[in-house]
């Protein structure tokens, strides 16, 4: 008897130990992101199906559970009550008859329209026939449906699909839906090779195509996929945002996300201007698009890699992060719609150790000699009456560095990662990336969210957005912001953040 108990004892301390281990060892790899989402195994590309229910953000992603490289799409899941903190769920849905299980979104069915249930949380997204592909078909993207009654933990294909076929265009994916309040109906916008098509449907099902948009606006160097379509107050005034992202064909090279502000009346979008605008001009940022079911908030995610090298970066076990999540709001200036981002407030619930300071002279300022070595995830932020350029250097004892800064006479924001580490798997990684300034105002303000593979950089209230990633041979520790003008900071505050893993 007392033998069989601590063999129980034993076991039982064994699995405890086991999960223990395995749980922080999956987050404490090289290059292992400690304030952003990554999965614990395999690949990961673009956020699908986010949605908000009963207190918790859903997460689902498109995911090879077997390899860290791109191969047949299934939908992981995690969910965050706060933005910060995931906890990754087993697979949502896995590939079927009609395919993979391409990028997509989910809605709650609050009045229950599909008759699945009233809140079933419903997914859209596209069915990617392989098999076809094989054949040589056109027609291998169509847009189906699966619901789940018990918050997206258990999922069920609607037998009907798909629900929007293949017209005969190879490239038509990535469907949208949001419900239009004054219609009473479902949207679903829906990337097909260069331009949108809108959808509406009464009820998730049946759906009729209403317009099309696009074909010779914004950026073409690519294939347009990944859209998103909501409004947004600006004092009161509706604005429609679209975005569109686009691979290649951004800013920086490869993949980017590019938007557009208008007006939006159920069938039909008409652009408030028909430049180009891009979410974040750095080249880490794409297939973003923004929760569902948040009322009039919107948070956006990305992905935070790019097509040109998303499969070979080097990392070994697991491939790609998200972006930290964003609250976008929209704004005039010098007569035109720009969408800002910013990090989203619950980055304050990473905040540990901090310094402040006020009314610094920056001619070399050792940050990390006031605040302390980077040991993972950090937040900078400064403001000043007048910018001037400077650089934010983050560094290694290996010599290895990135630097983030802005350059006066081009009135750029840039990010160099020539020197940063590993860079060898992809020629155009070293590149210098640019982001111009949009603000005309002579002040600003900077925050830069650091983690041990990347930086996302918000300057002038997040007119002006980058994102890099970058792989040293050992996590930067220390910090300095230089200036050949002296730039005066008004106020800087240096936030050390928690892993959101421990
Ligand atoms: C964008 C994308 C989508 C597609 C998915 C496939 O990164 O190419 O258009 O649905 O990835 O994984």
Same mark, same amino acid.
């Given at each position: 008897m007392i033998a069989k108990a601590k063999w129980l004892l034993l076991t039982a301390f064994v699995i405890f130990f086991q999960t223990s281990w395995s749980q922080s060892d999956a987050y404490t790899d090289k290059h292992r992101p400690q304030i952003h989402f990554s999965p614990k195994k395999g690949w990961m590309n673009d956020p699908n199906g986010m949605v908000y229910l009963n207190g918790k953000y859903h997460l689902f992603y498109q995911h090879n559970p077997d390899k860290p490289v791109w191969g047949p799409m299934h939908w992981g899941h995690a969910v965050s009550t706060d933005l910060v903190h995931w906890e990754e769920l087993p697979i949502a849905l896995y590939p079927d008859a009609l395919g993979t299980i391409f990028s997509g979104s989910a809605v709650i069915d609050k009045d229950n329209t599909a008759g699945f249930g009233a809140n079933a949380m419903v997914a859209i997204y596209t069915s990617h026939s392989h098999a076809m592909e094989k054949d040589g078909f056109d027609k291998i993207e169509t847009q189906s449906i699966a619901y789940s009654l018990d918050e997206g933990k258990t999922w069920t294909k609607y037998k009907g699909n798909p629900v929007v076929p293949n017209p005969g265009i190879r490239d038509f994916r990535d469907p949208k839906v949001m419900w239009y309040e004054p219609a009473q109906k479902w949207i679903m916008t829906l990337a097909v090779t260069d331009h949108i098509d809108f959808y509406s449907s009464p009820d998730l099902k049946n759906w009729t195509k209403e317009s099309e948009f696009g074909k010779n606006l914004g950026a073409h160097g690519g294939v347009w996929e990944c859209p998103d379509l909501f409004p947004l107050s600006l004092n009161g005034e509706e604005v429609w945002v679209l975005i569109v992202n686009i691979n290649p064909g951004g800013p920086n090279g490869g993949s980017a996300a590019q938007y557009f502000t208008g007006k939006f009346d159920g069938h039909v979008f008409t652009p408030n201007e028909t430049d180009t605008k891009w979410i974040d001009y750095g080249p880490d940022d794409y297939a973003g698009i923004t929760w569902s079911n948040t009322g009039d908030r919107k948070i956006f995610l990305g992905w935070m890699s790019n097509w040109m090298y998303a499969n070979v970066v080097p990392t070994e076990k697991w491939r790609s992060a998200n972006t930290i999540a964003r609250d976008l709001s929209i704004e005039k200036a010098g007569g035109k719609y720009l969408v800002r981002s910013v990090p989203s407030p619950e980055i304050s619930r990473l905040y540990t150790k901090n310094y402040t300071a006020k009314n610094v002279k920056v001619k070399n300022l050792d940050v990390t000699a006031k !605040? *302390?070595?980077?040991?993972g995830g950090a937040e900078l932020k400064f403001d000043s009456d007048e910018l001037k350029a400077f650089n934010i250097v983050l560094s290694n004892n290996n010599g290895e560095k990135v630097v983030i800064g802005y350059d006066k006479a081009a009135n750029n924001y840039f990010i160099d990662r020539? !020197? #940063? *580490?590993? #860079? %060898? /798997?992809?020629? %155009? /990684?070293t590149n210098t990336l640019t982001a111009p300034r949009l603000s005309a105002n002579k002040n600003a303000d900077i925050i830069l969210v650091i983690d041990d593979a990347s930086v996302e950089l918000f300057a002038d209230g997040g007119l002006s957005v980058m994102t890099a990633i970058f792989f040293p041979q050992s996590n930067y520790t220390d910090i300095t912001i230089t200036s050949t003008e002296k730039l005066t900071i008004k106020n800087l505050v240096f936030n050390h953040l928690n892993s959101a893993w421990k």
């Amino acid at each position: 008897m007392i033998a069989k108990a601590k063999w129980l004892l034993l076991t039982a301390f064994v699995i405890f130990f086991q999960t223990s281990w395995s749980q922080s060892d999956a987050y404490t790899d090289k290059h292992r992101p400690q304030i952003h989402f990554s999965p614990k195994k395999g690949w990961m590309n673009d956020p699908n199906g986010m949605v908000y229910l009963n207190g918790k953000y859903h997460l689902f992603y498109q995911h090879n559970p077997d390899k860290p490289v791109w191969g047949p799409m299934h939908w992981g899941h995690a969910v965050s009550t706060d933005l910060v903190h995931w906890e990754e769920l087993p697979i949502a849905l896995y590939p079927d008859a009609l395919g993979t299980i391409f990028s997509g979104s989910a809605v709650i069915d609050k009045d229950n329209t599909a008759g699945f249930g009233a809140n079933a949380m419903v997914a859209i997204y596209t069915s990617h026939s392989h098999a076809m592909e094989k054949d040589g078909f056109d027609k291998i993207e169509t847009q189906s449906i699966a619901y789940s009654l018990d918050e997206g933990k258990t999922w069920t294909k609607y037998k009907g699909n798909p629900v929007v076929p293949n017209p005969g265009i190879r490239d038509f994916r990535d469907p949208k839906v949001m419900w239009y309040e004054p219609a009473q109906k479902w949207i679903m916008t829906l990337a097909v090779t260069d331009h949108i098509d809108f959808y509406s449907s009464p009820d998730l099902k049946n759906w009729t195509k209403e317009s099309e948009f696009g074909k010779n606006l914004g950026a073409h160097g690519g294939v347009w996929e990944c859209p998103d379509l909501f409004p947004l107050s600006l004092n009161g005034e509706e604005v429609w945002v679209l975005i569109v992202n686009i691979n290649p064909g951004g800013p920086n090279g490869g993949s980017a996300a590019q938007y557009f502000t208008g007006k939006f009346d159920g069938h039909v979008f008409t652009p408030n201007e028909t430049d180009t605008k891009w979410i974040d001009y750095g080249p880490d940022d794409y297939a973003g698009i923004t929760w569902s079911n948040t009322g009039d908030r919107k948070i956006f995610l990305g992905w935070m890699s790019n097509w040109m090298y998303a499969n070979v970066v080097p990392t070994e076990k697991w491939r790609s992060a998200n972006t930290i999540a964003r609250d976008l709001s929209i704004e005039k200036a010098g007569g035109k719609y720009l969408v800002r981002s910013v990090p989203s407030p619950e980055i304050s619930r990473l905040y540990t150790k901090n310094y402040t300071a006020k009314n610094v002279k920056v001619k070399n300022l050792d940050v990390t000699a006031k !605040a *302390g070595q980077l040991t993972g995830g950090a937040e900078l932020k400064f403001d000043s009456d007048e910018l001037k350029a400077f650089n934010i250097v983050l560094s290694n004892n290996n010599g290895e560095k990135v630097v983030i800064g802005y350059d006066k006479a081009a009135n750029n924001y840039f990010i160099d990662r020539s !020197a #940063s *580490g590993k #860079s %060898d /798997f992809h020629k %155009d /990684f070293t590149n210098t990336l640019t982001a111009p300034r949009l603000s005309a105002n002579k002040n600003a303000d900077i925050i830069l969210v650091i983690d041990d593979a990347s930086v996302e950089l918000f300057a002038d209230g997040g007119l002006s957005v980058m994102t890099a990633i970058f792989f040293p041979q050992s996590n930067y520790t220390d910090i300095t912001i230089t200036s050949t003008e002296k730039l005066t900071i008004k106020n800087l505050v240096f936030n050390h953040l928690n892993s959101a893993w421990k």
